[in-house]
């Protein structure tokens, strides 16, 4: 199916995402779609399957003008987008979400079962995934549930398949099955637009690149005849410099030592210290622990052993309440659901971690409010149009940079963050890092838990590798590699 | 330019949408004034308000409930219960002070044991607070034995006392040359705890936790919102704000029965949404509450005087209520 989307324009109230945007895709390639958070990728997606609608321009597919007037048109037509926010029915089984609305019935409306479970256990298998049919979806893991709706798109006969970034919560081996399925769907004429942040993954995987910036089109080129420093310099229109910002460690004292943490089947003996002015990376498998040691340390997730001790002095942390007592921050890997107050404003949102320090016993001080949050807006460059701007309205790069400051204006002494860059651009992605080094060099210890392997690299004193919850190792990050780390991280010993 | 342009925009339709219960309130009003002499009379609009000082209080009390992403089904029960406790103390021989204070302590512990509840024995707010209701409901009756306790304010010996039960429900603030006004009390304490409210949600750190449970519990908790405390809270003022506006009920009838207050959990949530209120937690205003219990009590009022039949009374302010959330909906 060859679609050609050209002269696109949209605007949200006085707000202009497209401007003469436009993309083209052929039969059979996988094309990659990159632009930084806000540069209109997602919409322009949802014009083509007619979730929202164009204001001019022109779809063409196979040289016939359409105009879908809803997704599910367009899924008739062959179209299928699998968006990055799940969309999925959590309470039920993972078989009734497969055939949600396209139900195999025998007469009277009665549901077929059996022919249900084995046209399930069929796409499944193509796609070497191993979920049973009667699970509750609430009981899989996130990268489980990405899959269940993978395999939902792979169940009507997609002849073009969109993915919005489907392997930001996959394991490993997910993400490898993943793509031997989408070059399957490549060889029988599937055409796949991918949306991803991930240069590594697009240059292993795509035909063809496009790149679309502030809501215009740039340019398309091959992946043949374009390297990693070309597409970022069409993304955000001039040289970045390098990806990952240097440092001078200045290694202080111990801040914070981890004695044998145990959790009955999640974690086991977790050991290791962290010192002021460090970044101390932990890399792992999804699901290898790391997010629920993290989440122990902070209070979330009691423990059954093991000692915690900041500044050499032996502390009880029993709820998050207690661990920013205690000195630490943590920002979540969740931000939607964990990390913020969606609905809230920016000022919200920093002001409810910082309420002792913008009132007196207990009555708000509307001073110490505007300061503390214009300060932290500047500081942090969040793009937005004021501190009453609403969370919900921001790019993720923007959302995070609130997580981020709502926790530095708190003066942590521990700065964990979770996956701190998943699902945002690489304009973003360097500020973050920025605020990373600037903590560290201010002695802060932080903690930085990532799945992407060159950001830990890039970033961290040491490396810490866990696997199925105990550590592995703990590397030097001058040593390190992907190598060495993936060995770790798959069981094997160096 | 562009971003004063797009904040004054918002600030329009913001407006609006804030203010969009006191619009329909002072239209109703205008348009029930056209019609009847009778209901655009000072007394009457004084009455009005004392009328609404019930709800008004429970209104109040719930938005703070609603407002943390729960729900109490059980002030009515509240209500009766405290003030069938003040009653019974009254009627054998405690002095009236007393008797208030346990009431109102009373309220606040009946509402607490909703608050731990929800939070310490993880039910639902609904069914916590269902079954709290039939429970303070049942308890009520027990002590009773289903009977009416009469004749308050003859059983208090001291005169002090006789007059600080009566005061609360039937006494007006007089004031003005020739005394021409008199507000009644009912009526400055609504908007007493009114202010009240208005500066512990907006201008406390207390507010701010209560707003922040209800928009994301989650995230409220990871930045170390003790969301356990502050639902506790919630419910804790929520009784409290019952078994007041109980006392004021039975300073008023001079009587306190079992079975008051039933079906006032539904005039209060009713109120709390037309003011605006999200149900599921994190947004909205006192005012708004304020105009919600006003536009109620405005219907209820105003189409007695115009004679309209009890059953039609109930039909309308269903269109009303539906109406209102619609358009405040849209927005």
Same mark, same amino acid.
């Given at each position: ?25 052929? *039969? ?83 549901? *077929? ?93 795509? *035909? ?55 959790? *009955? ?230 | 330019? %562009? ?57 109040? %009390? ?270």
């Amino acid at each position: 199916m060859n679609i050609e989307m050209k002269g696109i324009n949209k605007s949200f109230g006085s707000n202009q995402v497209l401007k003469d945007a436009g993309f083209l895709l052929k *039969d059979g390639e996988v094309h990659a779609l990159m632009g930084e958070n806000g540069a209109g990728k997602s919409t322009l997606m949802k014009i083509l399957t007619g979730v929202y609608k164009k204001d001019s321009g022109t779809i063409k597919i196979d040289g016939k003008e359409v105009h879908f007037k809803s997704p599910q048109e367009a899924e008739k037509a062959g179209i299928v987008f699998i968006y990055q926010e799940l969309n999925v029915l959590f309470d039920l089984t993972v078989e009734e979400n497969l055939f949600m609305g396209k139900e195999i019935t025998k007469h009277f409306g009665i549901c *077929d079962k059996k022919a249900m479970r084995a046209k399930a256990k069929e796409v499944m298998d193509k796609m070497g995934v191993e979920i049973p049919v009667d699970a509750v979806m609430s009981d899989l893991s996130v990268g489980q549930q990405q899959m269940v709706e993978i395999c939902k798109a792979l169940m009507v006969d997609a002849k073009v398949l969109i993915m919005d970034e489907p392997t930001a919560a996959l394991t490993e081996r997910e993400t490898e099955s993943l793509f031997e399925v989408m070059k399957a769907l490549r060889k029988k004429g599937v055409s796949i637009v991918y949306i991803s942040h991930r240069m590594e993954e697009i240059f292993e995987l795509c *035909d063809r690149i496009t790149i679309l910036r502030d809501g215009s089109y740039i340019g398309t080129e091959k992946i043949s005849d374009i390297d990693m420093d070309g597409v970022v310099r069409m993304m955000i229109g001039r040289e970045i410099g390098e990806r990952f910002p240097k440092r001078e460690s200045k290694i202080g004292d111990v801040v914070l030592k981890v004695d044998g943490l145990t959790k *009955d089947k999640l974690f086991h003996d977790v050991s290791f210290e962290v010192r002021a002015g460090e970044v101390l990376g932990v890399a792992g498998l999804m699901g290898a622990g790391r997010t629920e040691i993290m989440r122990s340390i902070f209070g979330c997730i009691p423990k059954d052993h093991g000692s915690i001790y900041i500044d050499g002095e032996k502390v009880r942390i029993k709820s998050p309440e207690q661990a920013i007592k205690a000195g630490i921050g943590f920002i979540t890997e969740d931000r939607k659901t964990e990390g913020l107050l969606l609905e809230k404003s920016i000022a919200d949102n920093i002001e409810i971690a910082n309420l002792k320090s913008v009132s007196k016993k207990g009555v708000l001080s509307k001073k110490k409010e505007k300061d503390l949050v214009n300060k932290e807006i500047e500081e942090f460059k969040i793009k937005c149009f004021g501190a009453w701007h609403e969370c919900n309205n921001l790019s993720g790069g923007n959302q995070q940079k609130v997580v981020l400051a709502k926790w530095i204006a708190t003066n942590p002494k521990i700065l964990i963050l979770d996956e701190p860059t998943r699902g945002v651009d690489i304009g973003a992605k360097k500020e973050i890092y920025n605020v990373i080094n600037q903590m560290a060099s201010m002695g802060v210890a932080v903690i930085m838990v990532s799945s992407e392997l060159p950001e830990v690299l890039g970033m961290s004193d040491r490396i810490m590798v866990v696997r199925e919850g105990e550590v592995r190792g703990i590397l030097d990050g001058k040593e390190a590699d992907q190598e060495k780390i993936m060995t770790l991280a798959t069981g094997g010993t160096l | 330019m %562009g971003k004063n342009i797009e904040k004054n925009k918002m600030n329009i339709g913001t407006l609006i949408g804030e203010y969009g219960a006191f619009i329909a309130l002072v239209l109703l009003v205008v348009v029930i004034s056209c019609v009847s002499p009778e209901f655009r009379t000072g007394s009457n609009f004084l009455n009005l308000l004392r009328q609404a000082s019930f709800n008004g209080l429970i209104a109040f %009390g719930m938005t703070c409930v609603i407002l943390s992403d729960g729900i109490d089904l059980s002030v009515g029960s509240t209500f009766a219960l405290s003030a069938i406790i003040c009653a019974e103390l009254m009627i054998h021989g405690t002095p009236a002070a007393v008797a208030i204070l346990v009431a109102l302590l009373a309220g606040t512990a009946l509402g607490m044991i909703s608050g731990v509840l929800v939070t310490k024995g993880r039910l639902q707010p609904f069914i916590a607070t269902l079954i709290t209701m039939t429970a303070y409901r049942g308890l009520a009756l027990i002590i009773t034995d289903g009977k009416p306790v009469s004749r308050l304010a003859a059983s208090v010996k001291s005169a002090s006392g006789a007059f600080l039960f009566k005061v609360l429900g039937k006494g007006n603030f007089v004031f003005g040359p020739n005394d021409a006004i008199s507000v009644p009390i009912p009526a400055i304490i609504l908007v007493v705890l009114l202010l009240v409210f208005y500066f512990v949600l907006h201008h406390t750190t207390f507010g701010r936790r209560i707003y922040a449970t209800g928009s994301n519990e989650k995230c409220a908790k990871l930045v170390g919102v003790n969301t356990t405390k502050i639902k506790i809270a919630v419910y804790s003022i929520s009784g409290f704000m019952s078994a007041l506006a109980g006392l004021i009920m039975i300073s008023r009838v001079d009587s306190a029965q079992p079975t008051l207050g039933e079906g006032y959990e539904l005039d209060a949530i009713a109120a709390v949404a037309l003011g605006g209120t999200s149900m599921s937690g994190g947004r909205g205003k006192i005012v708004g509450t304020l105009a919600g219990v006003l536009i109620i009590a405005v219907l209820n009022n105003g189409l007695n005087i115009l004679g309209v039949s009890t059953y039609y009374q109930e039909v309308i302010k269903a269109v009303v209520i539906l109406v209102a959330v619609l358009s405040d909906r849209k927005r």
